[in-house]
Antibody
């Protein structure tokens, strides 16, 4: 079935970087954009950016410009989101989500990856 | 950036009730609005896309309407499985924004 499977929980120190993976299966990876969304505990959803797995083109929310990098490895149908200069406010669950381009909504989501930033 | 404002933040309702959640955009987004349901510890689930289109497999008691800057999500005959948090999401020029969410609680 169509699914996105993310890497496991991470604990990082302030100032470090984290790289979360998102492996796609059940569909053609390069046919749909991948977006990243995060959610701090008890808070709402925050969109971080998008990546076109075919071209590698990306677009980031202004808040994360300069700190986030989205990449992919098409040979293993996997997208990555790397966030640098981590601070405590980056503690959150990070989700990848598939964008159905014709409707510009996210129809398939990963299970989420908890990233904890703590000294 | 386009801001999305949802209301109410919390809604208390009973099984069988009809409820409506409103989402307002800070500028016109045509019909580029989606609604999601999220339960604790789970990823969001797409319910409605392009303001009024029901995703396949979503119960017909869910419906969406609106265009421009004002949108609504309606749930007819609330079921136990519907108690969750609902988010609207707008799309504009390769940028997405979510509303702050509406938690639907059991009265």
């Amino acid at each position: 079935q169509v699914q996105l499977v993310q890497s496991g929980a991470e604990v990082k120190k302030p100032g470090a970087s984290v790289k979360v993976s998102c492996k796609a299966s059940g569909y053609t990876f390069t046919s749909y954009d991948i977006n990243w969304v995060r959610q701090a505990t008890g808070q709402g959803l925050e969109w971080m950016g998008w990546m076109n797995p075919n071209s590698g083109n990306t677009g980031y929310a202004q808040k994360f410009q300069g700190r986030v990098t989205m990449t992919r490895n098409t040979s293993i149908s996997t997208a990555y989101m790397e966030l640098s200069s981590l601070r405590s406010e980056d503690t959150a669950v990070y989700y990848c989500a598939r964008d159905v381009g014709t409707i510009d909504a996210f129809d398939i989501w990963g299970q989420g990856t908890m990233v904890t930033v703590s000294s | 950036d386009i801001q999305m404002t949802q209301s109410p933040s919390t809604l208390s309702a009973s099984i069988g009730d009809r409820i409506t959640i409103t989402c307002r955009a800070s500028q016109s987004i045509s019909s580029w609005l989606a609604w999601y349901q999220q339960k604790p510890g789970k990823a969001p689930r797409l319910l409605i896309y392009k303001a009024s289109n029901l995703k396949s497999g979503v119960p017909s008691r869910f419906s969406g309407s609106g265009s421009g800057t004002e949108f609504t999500l309606t749930i007819n005959s609330l079921q136990p499985d519907d108690f969750a948090t609902y988010y609207c999401q707008q799309y504009n020029s390769y940028s997405w924004t979510f509303g702050q969410g509406t938690k639907v609680e059991i009265k």
